[in-house]
């Protein structure tokens, strides 16, 4: 074990911060930047059409006081009163009725969701005490059904992935073992089928394109809006942004009306799932690109043999270059519970170095989880912890070696008719789930036993 | 033979999984109903005195100064353009220079979306798209991060607050939920009182614009740092940062309970 640890591990001096906050800093400085020069972009795009906008808007006024001879601060005044009647929803052409039934509803369907266009808008000190206490609880719901929305999908495909290799397997001639005894928990069946992050991102992305394209000429052809402006509208709709520089279903009348009205609930609903969950895939592959990142710089490619004195120090601090020789393993029970008690926060001041956190049980991603992303598997968590420099000791190293390779040979023959288990048990980054949900899975004591 | 039978009825019962979230679905759609009922019944009559507010104030002015309704409507609708373009009659700041553009890409990739800047070129909505694409992304990614860190800063307080007595527990979900609450309660009621001094609303409406802009929904009916002369304008929109990461994480925890209460029914139905 000591020329394992040698070959494969490489000792760095005690980093700083671990890293979680690492990644967490990067991130915030990388965002910081992208708003840094998307501000420089968007500012040169539109600032002539400011100035330009500007100018004309005088020249109208100008025109119309001259014409008319009326007092600008008069003229002032009418346009305030105009502001003040644009927040409570009047404009120049009428427009549907902001507070009735359906308008209400379409009001509390743009703050649950958070796209909050802003054309209907509480004007009443209670409605606007009433929104504070509504808003919270229904945001918080909605927000649950987008994130459960995405794990529908994501278990969705991962049928249909079995289910072809079901049907090649059994086209092949091979007989294919009914594994659908258990029908409680699917989970433990699909298990070894998540499908991979740029799989879903494709598919994601590809339905968030359709209904984009079939909103948009919906919206184009009611509203005489460019195609151009109805796909922006959509984008800004769908990714719950809701500028409300353009807002669909405001006018007064509309041919088919109530179809209309319909159509466009549901594409907002329909579109809003999908660039939601495509936000959350792509969170993911951003989230795996960091850790490579930090990686990078923690490893910094050092390959020495390990300098840690102690000899109970299995200190291995840069599992990437470990990662290939390890394969994910599923360790039997009685290890596991061994592992639980190990990984108690005791303060084991003696063996690790200080800047070692024991107590990170609760950052369970650490820098080369690339492989085993979010990995709060029930058992898959503890596994991801090893690989991801967590101490063990020589001894259950040794253990979990043997008994691994059993596990490995058992799981080989598997292979042959229950599918591919290990391509893709570790591979596709949605172990453990998507988004907040995967956050808090085994963080808080409420969400550690079940799942 | 059995399993088969099993197979077949259980393909029409949907899955515990399943019928969580259909359930919710049917929830949600209900607290809307509900939600909007009520919106209706406090909001209509004030909305139908703006209507004859306005009517009445359009119809004086015609007749002071001797203007067709027709010319009227006009330049009413000349100043709608205007207004899409940001021009209001106060004087504000300018709405794409550095600093205001810096503020529009922060609501953009926070999804707030105030919509009190816009872009209005053709390349600017175009590209509006595919920036926000990655930059809300990784803004999620932040907030959820952000909440990763939080709830194990929480657990290590907690482990130490009890004194390292028992071993380490994990946080329970209603004691991260009451601290996360406490916190954005106290940002929201520090960021109203900045806001009431520098932007003249009151406190009520400064509060209502934190939960607004905090939960993301951003109406755009009150926005902050608009006045063409502010002092502490950075100040302001630091704070922004941190509260928004704060509220975003209330809501995945509420999610948490909502979804044990929910599982819980299920169980109970299914025993």
């Not at chain 1, 958070?114 to 927000?143: D, E, N, V």
């Not at chain 1, 592992?339 to 084991?348: D, F």
Request: hydrophobic content about 40%; some cysteine; glycine content about 8%.
């Amino acid at each position: 074990m000591a020329q394992r640890r040698a070959a494969g591990g490489c000792c760095c001096p005690r980093a700083p911060m671990n890293e979680d906050n690492a990644r967490f800093c990067l991130l915030a400085a990388l965002i910081l930047l992208y708003l840094l020069c998307g501000a420089a972009i968007f500012s040169a795009l539109e600032h002539p059409f400011e100035l330009r906008a500007r100018r004309l808007w005088k020249q109208q006024l100008d025109n119309f006081t001259q014409r008319y001879r009326v007092n600008l601060g008069a003229l002032h005044t009418l346009l305030r009163q105009y502001e003040e009647a644009n927040g409570a929803g009047i404009r120049v052409d009428a427009l549907r009725p902001r507070w009735d039934f359906s308008g209400a509803f379409y009001f509390v369907g743009t703050v649950v969701s958070t796209i909050g266009f802003g054309m209907t808008t509480p004007a009443t000190i209670a409605g606007k005490i009433f929104l504070i206490f509504y808003g919270l609880i229904g945001c918080a719901a909605t927000i649950l059904f987008f994130n459960l929305f995405l794990e529908r999908i994501i278990t969705m495909l991962a049928y249909i992935m079995r289910w072809c290799h079901e049907r090649r397997l059994r086209c092949a001639g091979v007989r294919v073992e009914s594994s659908r005894e258990e029908t409680s928990g699917e989970e433990d069946s699909l298990e070894g089928w998540k499908p991979s992050v740029y799989y879903v991102m494709l598919i994601l992305g590809v339905a968030s394109v359709v209904i984009a394209c079939s909103a948009s000429t919906l919206y184009s052809s009611m509203e005489n809006w460019s195609y151009v402006d109805s796909l922006y509208f959509c984008f800004v709709a769908f990714s719950t942004i809701g500028f409300g520089d353009l807002v669909s279903s405001q006018r007064e009348q509309y041919e088919s009306q109530e179809a209309y009205r319909l159509g466009n609930c549901l594409f907002i609903l329909m579109g809003v799932c999908c660039i939601y969950s495509l936000f959350n895939v792509i969170s993911i592959i951003i989230k795996q690109t960091l850790n490579w990142i930090v990686g990078k710089l923690v490893c910094c490619g050092r390959h020495q043999p390990c300098s840690c004195s102690r000899p109970g120090c299995g200190w291995l601090c840069c599992p990437c270059l470990q990662n290939k020789k390890h394969k994910q393993r599923r360790l039997p029970p009685h290890l596991r519970q061994k592992r639980l008690k190990r990984n108690a926060v005791q303060p084991m001041a003696s063996h690790c170095p200080a800047g070692r956190h024991r107590y990170t049980e609760g950052s369970v991603e650490t820098v080369c989880d690339s492989e085993t992303d979010a990995g709060a598997v029930a058992d898959g968590v503890y596994v991801g912890r090893r690989m991801s420099g967590e101490m063990i000791s020589v001894n259950e190293f040794m253990v979990s070696n043997k008994v691994s390779l059993a596990l490995l040979q058992k799981q080989l023959s598997e292979t042959a008719h229950q599918g591919p288990r290990q391509s893709y048990g570790h591979q596709n980054g949605f172990s453990g789930g998507v988004g907040a949900l995967a956050i808090m899975n085994n963080r808080l004591q409420e969400t550690s036993v079940d799942r | 033979m059995k399993t088969d039978f099993s197979c077949c009825c259980s393909s029409l019962i949907p899955s515990r999984d399943t019928a969580r979230c259909y359930l919710l679905f049917v929830l949600i759609a209900f607290y809307m109903l509900a939600g909007a009922a009520i919106f209706s019944s406090l909001e209509r009559p004030a909305e139908l005195q703006a209507h004859q507010l306005w009517e009445k104030r359009l119809r004086d002015f015609g007749h002071e100064h001797n203007i067709s309704r027709e010319d009227l409507k006009t330049l009413l609708l000349h100043y709608e353009k205007a207004r899409t373009a940001g021009i209001r009659t106060e004087p504000g700041r300018a709405l794409w220079d550095i600093p205001g553009a810096f503020y529009f890409v922060g609501t953009v990739v926070s999804t707030i979306g105030f919509g009190v800047t816009a872009p209005s070129t053709v390349t600017g909505k175009v590209l509006l798209v595919f920036y926000g694409l990655l930059g809300c992304s990784a803004t999620i990614l932040f907030f959820n991060l952000f909440l990763e860190r939080i709830i194990t800063l929480l657990g290590l307080l907690i482990f130490r607050c009890n004194g390292w007595k028992t071993g380490y527990r994990k946080p329970s979900v209603y004691q991260v939920t009451l601290i996360l609450f406490v916190a954005v309660l106290l940002v929201a009621c520090g960021a109203a009182s900045l806001y009431s001094a520098m932007e003249g609303w009151t406190f009520l409406e400064s509060l209502y614009f934190c939960f607004v802009a905090f939960s993301t929904v951003g109406f755009g009916d009150f926005v902050s740092g608009q006045r063409e002369h502010h002092e502490d304008t950075w100040e302001t929109n630091c704070l922004f940062p941190k509260s928004l990461c704060k509220q975003y994480s209330v809501a995945p925890l509420k999610n948490q309970t909502k979804k044990f209460r929910q599982v819980n029914e299920l169980n109970s139905d299914n025993m």
